[in-house]
């Protein structure tokens, strides 16, 4: 599953560089977001992704369609994974505090 999320991060790695070669951006304003898409999170490439679509000729969009498809995809699995994480974490949680109660009665 874990490898299932890399690949999937790295076709969203190609999405967004395709996007920035596809744009009408200068190279430096390329180059410079090239630099920061690596330190974004997973929902700031999103809305950037969105951002950057506009700067994309038209006549690019629908080969650049089925990836963002893809991408949409992989945000849900991720909001999908850290939610029931969230909730796992949230269990044992309270699983702990539980027996920190019961130790504490008893002592």
Do not use: C
């Amino acid at each position: 599953m874990a490898d299932d999320m890399q690949e999937e991060m790295r076709g969203f790695g190609q999405y967004m560089a395709q996007l920035l070669v596809a744009s009408n951006l200068s190279d430096e304003q390329k180059e410079a977001w090239a630099g920061l898409v690596p330190h974004m999170a997973l929902d700031q490439m999103l809305k950037f992704a969105t951002v950057l679509e506009r700067y994309v000729e038209q006549s690019a969009m629908p080969e650049l369609a089925e990836l963002r498809v893809k991408l949409e995809a992989l945000r849900v699995e991720y909001d999908a994974k850290m939610a029931m994480i969230n909730l796992q974490a949230q269990s044992g949680l309270a699983e702990v505090l539980e027996e920190v109660k019961a130790a504490e009665a008893t002592a």
